[in-house]
């Protein structure tokens, strides 16, 4: 049932009163540069940012600034988050605020009162430990203190009731209207236009065979042209999304917190987020707003395009479980009363992450939307970031996380499976952030040809950009993917097998997994034998066309006017010169009109490029491609095409037993492509390794997969090949150094700083080259290095990397060498004087990892000391013990 509250409100609580009108004009333009469309907290965050930076900027509200969720919000803000780029947002919320009031005039109604994160076990306590790690690198303060601690700083906790928590007094709390009337203020007084009272009735695009370019706003009052538009409808977000013809993965859910009646005890306590039972704090005056996140919140369709200040009757059967948590927690709740509650509709998604930037398919068209109830801690810095984007092209930060292209169009559409993963991730927003959790919801959405076969050879399987991949393989049984089950709730009856659920949970743990012993033994196989890794979901694109030559010259860093079937390694960067994805590609011969081998007319390039950025990378070719107007296609073929690594001393053997095409080094060197067959099946095989081994990638059709992997795994158990899975790739991987983009290699690293700088080609013009010279000829200010421990203390990221005693990075990557035998990572580091990054520096110093807030000595690379001298990549093994006396003397610091 919906209530109206406004007026009611008004009597009980002056922060939640609604911005006041503050229309600037009440004509409407009829253009701007860019127009906004939602005056919520992201929309008048975006407002102020862009019209700080000169932009004609339109804000439309169909009712009331704040009208829509905004105004009810908790607004809580906090500092500490299990990821880099989310505290650095953060520190741009908190930096933000500081300074709107000063520059307003006005209270944005921001209090620093602190906050306290409750630790009820062992491995919450070890999560905040990495939390305040890492946010000592951004000079965060926090402490980690007993319970009894606890309890003198907020009175009102029962300290028997947890064990540990963890302090950080720079947390703070949102007034949301306040904020609102204070950025709408000043975007006015830096020129930006407020239209309230003002809906949106559709959005003009132009049309062609592929991209579509926003032209203008139509609302009931008239039409602005304009070439951008910004989505920052909330809930409604989807409806305005339909209007340039495209679908996006929101949902709405109802989310409720209650305040209680006057608790003078409460007046001057820090916030608290107790994670383990799901609850939250907020204090306010002397009362407590108390909210949390629930395992069956009420989803709701759709909500009412008039719903404007209003809120739902809170169902006390879903909330309850958070007031009987909240007894236990402060045993005053038990005795005072609840003076009101609030439940209103908030949009949330798949992977509990806003959805944000321009849509790859409309130009022009940027989402700021799904803020998934952090809007106000969120919305000053990803309006910061999204200004520099539609201002520069490329936002500071890297933003793929929060990016719509980390979502492709059939995840998009797909409203299932979008409820099924919002309902989970919204069920899971407090668990702990273990390295290796997978969600249950929306599995199976997509499976390449290979997958119950790697199921039946006991593939446990993650899912990545919704296709299913092994992860690592058990023996002797297998652990089926069921589908979701709901935990039990809405009616579902939960699944009476949970062989997959089992596997999860052995492996949610800040430990070493307890399937070590299995990953070690395929990691092993690939340095010392043969392994057989799928890796399917790659992505894998042709480029086309008569410009298909220019395209690539201008798209890729590397020099591609190489011999057909060269396998060149390269990056495509964004005009900053930042790493938007790093890919292999291919000349083409003329084919023989198979799909591995098509017919194309002029020059063509077969493109593989990760996975998990697949969509990103694609959207970023085409864009290009349109932007410069060059007559070249990227087609994509990722489903159509299997891909079986074979890798290690054995791979060539293996392989040359299933084709008679000769494989020696003499008709295929390392670096290279051909056509070959098996079994009369069509196949295209690189000479190339993810893992610096001697080994093959075989691109085959999926007509003949399970043909072709039958015969692998035939012949491979003359070998003892062993079946391996991304677990022990992407440990094989870091340990040779290699890169993994968005993760030590992203959007806001130069591939001079990541040692790269070997992709980038002197000659020609390519995007970002001008920044890849100027690094190249002054030197960088931050470098990727490589890292081991000499203690064996599992590595995951986020851990601080100190040099004499001052943090100098932190670590982007960590994992397990099985090879090396040690814990090893990949991350950047700076030189405190802010000096330029030298190998001198680097060579002198005593190196150390904090880990939990225990510091670790460290032996700090260039980097890999795997293998330098690159024998194993050119099947040379008989000199390893050799290489490796000289791997162990080329440690830096011990």
Known sequence: MLRVTREVWRKHNRRLLPVSCYSTTSDLPSEADVVIIGGGSIGCNTFYQLAKKGVKTVLLERNKITSGTTWHTGGLVWRLRPSDIDIQLLTSTTEQLQALEQETGLNPGYVQDGGLFISRTEERLKEYKRLKTLGSYFGIQSEIISSDEAAKIHPLLNPKNFNDALYSPSDGCLDPSMLCAALTKGARNHGGKLVEDCSVTGILVEKDSEFRKVEGVVTKSGTIRTKAVVNATGVWSREIARMVGVEIPLVPIKHAYVITESIPQAKGTPNIRDHDASIYYRTQGDTLYVGGYEINPEIIKDVQADFAFGLYELDLDIFGIHLKEANGLTPIMEKIGIKSNICGPESFTPDHRPLIGEDPRVFGFYHACGLNSAGMMFGPGIAKELASLIVHGSSDLPMFVFDIARFTPGMQKNRPWATERSQEAYAKNYSIVFPYDQPLAGRNFKIDAFHEACVARGAVMEQAQGWERPAYYIKNKTAPVRDYDWYGEYGYVRNSDKRYEEELERELTFDFSKQTDLIREEALSARTNVALFNISYFAKMYLTGPDAQKAAEWIFTANTDRPAEKIIYSCALNKAGGTESDLTIIGLNQGVGTLVGPIIKGKGYYIVAGGASGYHTKMHLRREIKRHGLSATITDVTERLGILSIQGPKSRELLQSL????????????????????????????????????????????????????????????????????????????????????????????????????????????????????????????????????????????????????????????????????????????????????????????????????????????????????????????????????????????
């Open 659 to 894: 084709t008679d095409h000769p494989l020696i080094d003499e008709k295929l060197p390392f670096g290279m492509s051909t056509l070959i067959k098996i079994e009369g099946h069509s196949c295209r095989v690189f000479r190339l390794s993810f893992i610096g081994e001697l080994g093959y990638e075989v691109h085959i059709p999926r007509a003949s997969c399970i043909s072709v992997y039958n015969k692998v795994e035939q012949a491979g158990r003359r070998f003892d090949m062993r079946h391996a899975g991304y677990r022990a790739l992407y440990s094989l991987s870091c340990e040779k150094g290699y890169h993994l983009w968005n993760v030590d290699l992203r959007s806001d690293d130069n591939p001079v700083e990541a040692s790269l700088g070997m992709t980038c080609r002197k000659n020609g013009m390519y995007l970002g080259k001008e920044a890849v010279d100027r690094l190249k000829k002054e030197g960088v200010k931050k470098l990727r290095v490589f890292v081991t421990l000499n203690d064996q203390i599992p590595l995951w990221g986020n851990e601080t990397i100190w040099r004499n005693d001052q943090i100098i990075g932190f670590l982007r990557r960590g994992d397990y060498g099985y090879f090396l035998k040690s814990s090893i990572g990949l991350g950047y580091v700076k030189n405190p004087s802010n000096e330029n990054v030298t190998k001198e520096f680097l060579t002198t110093g005593k190196y150390e990892v904090e880990v939990m807030g225990k510091r670790y000595p460290a032996n700090v690379h260039l980097e890999s000391p795997f293998d330098p001298t690159n024998q194993r990549l050119a099947g040379y093994y008989e000199h390893q013990l050799r290489e490796q006396e000289r791997v162990e003397d080329s440690y830096y610091y011990n």
